[in-house]
């Protein structure tokens, strides 16, 4: 039962570790995100992208999950950026997250099908071809920017994300690993589970990030890891857990976000 979980003094620590794990999950983000603007041969410094990342983050919590992508497309335009590129910036951002997260779910599942592993990574790897990306692309600016601008964006990635496509994987793996620690302030983590834990981590966050209506994926990305772990994690620890992991992520990026409003030298290129 979950009245009767207790925390001792290790799990405190692995909690503390899952908060600075998650904190360092997301600079790395905000750090994607400047690499993003760069590939694009944008003049933005790091000291600026990754505050006004960090800074608009916590906006995701806020009724229709697209505010913190109309706050990093409105810093960047301030900048000088178009709106093509700013926009560009934000939407590929998640389709990577995407993509990254999927893969890491196919190579940690850890039933023996090989075959069909394979096939659901060369599929992954396929569809992040800017001929496939660029439609999901379009199609996610109509999605969540809808009717709140008229302006016409056009697309274009002309060379394959490699670089951005495998940060957005050490990405997903940190997020990973914060979960796992904070199943393991419950209850010790085997590392013979920690491939099944990794992939119905990845499979439930991005649950959590692409259902609408779901600021943040919270509830979404809960229910989803519930219900893949339920026959493999005791009941009480896995509600337990699920429940701290969003405590740690939204301390996390709050903490991140403040720390970034304290930095008097991010300053626009």
């Not at 060379?159 to 620690?181: N, Q």
Request: net charge positive; with cysteine.
């Amino acid at each position: 039962l979950v009245a009767d979980i207790r925390i001792d003094g290790r799990g405190g620590i692995c909690l503390a570790i899952a908060l600075t794990v998650t904190i360092i999950a997301h600079l790395w983000s905000a750090v994607v995100w400047f690499s993003i603007l760069k590939e694009f041969n944008q003049p933005v410094r790091l000291r600026w992208a990754v505050p006004v990342y960090l800074k608009t983050n916590i906006a995701k919590y806020l009724p229709g999950n697209v505010w913190h992508f109309y706050g990093r497309i409105s810093a960047a335009i301030k900048t000088g950026i178009s709106v093509e590129i700013a926009s560009l910036s934000v939407l590929l951002e998640p389709l990577l997250m995407v993509a990254a997260a999927l893969t890491v779910a196919l190579i940690c599942y850890p039933q023996p099908t090989w075959v069909w592993q394979l096939l659901g990574l060369g599929v992954v790897l396929i569809g992040v071809h800017p001929k496939f990306l660029n439609p999901a692309i379009a199609f996610a600016s109509k999605l969540k920017f809808k009717e709140k601008t008229s302006q016409e964006r056009v697309f274009i990635l002309e060379e394959y994300p490699w670089k951005i496509f495998l940060a957005e994987i050490i990405f997903v793996v940190i997020r990973g690993t914060g979960f796992l620690l904070t199943l393991n302030s419950v209850s010790s983590v085997g590392i013979e589970g920690i491939n099944l834990l990794f992939s119905a981590f990845c499979l439930a966050w991005v649950l959590g990030l692409i259902v609408p209506g779901s600021p943040g994926g919270v509830g979404v990305f809960e229910a989803t890891a519930i219900a893949l772990l339920k026959n493999d994690v005791a009941p009480g620890i896995l509600l337990t857990a699920v429940a701290f992991y969003r405590l740690v992520s939204i301390l996390a990026e709050s903490l991140a976000a403040g720390i970034a409003c304290l930095n008097k030298n991010a300053v626009a290129e």
